[in-house]
């Protein structure tokens, strides 16, 4: 069964950055991922897709807050998907999640357990 941890959140000034990291386990994850998204929840607010990678392939998808400010990347050897935050603003605060969409899927059906970005003013 496929899992997956996440790890990079704390505490940070504006204008700063963090790096997350999401790694994956289970025997299937490599044969039988479509994609890795990555996602947050800020207090009192749904939770959006903030960026996406296909697992085999290079496409990826950014939400409009973070084109230009974020990064997703993966290592293949690793079973690891990054996520590189730049530039971060308060309004980044949130939980952040990783997701795993499952080869037969049309939704993300693998979640972490999330790491807490706060960015202070």
């Known amino acids: 069964q496929v899992q997956v941890v996440e790890s990079g959140g704390g505490m940070v000034q504006a204008g700063g950055s963090l790096r997350l990291s999401c790694v994956a386990s289970g025997r299937h994850f490599e044969t039988h991922t479509v994609a890795v998204g990555w996602f947050r929840q800020a207090r009192g607010k749904e939770r959006e897709i903030v960026a996406s990678v296909r697992w085999n392939g290079r496409s990826t998808y950014y939400s409009d807050s973070a084109k230009g400010r974020f990064a997703i990347s993966r290592d293949s050897a690793k079973k690891t998907v990054y996520l590189q935050m730049n530039s971060l603003e308060p309004e980044d605060t949130a939980i952040y999640y990783c997701?795993?969409?499952?080869?037969?899927?049309?939704?993300?059906?693998?979640w972490g357990q999330g790491t807490e970005v706060t960015v202070t003013s």
């Open positions: 997701a795993v969409q499952a080869l037969g899927r049309t939704e993300y059906n693998v």
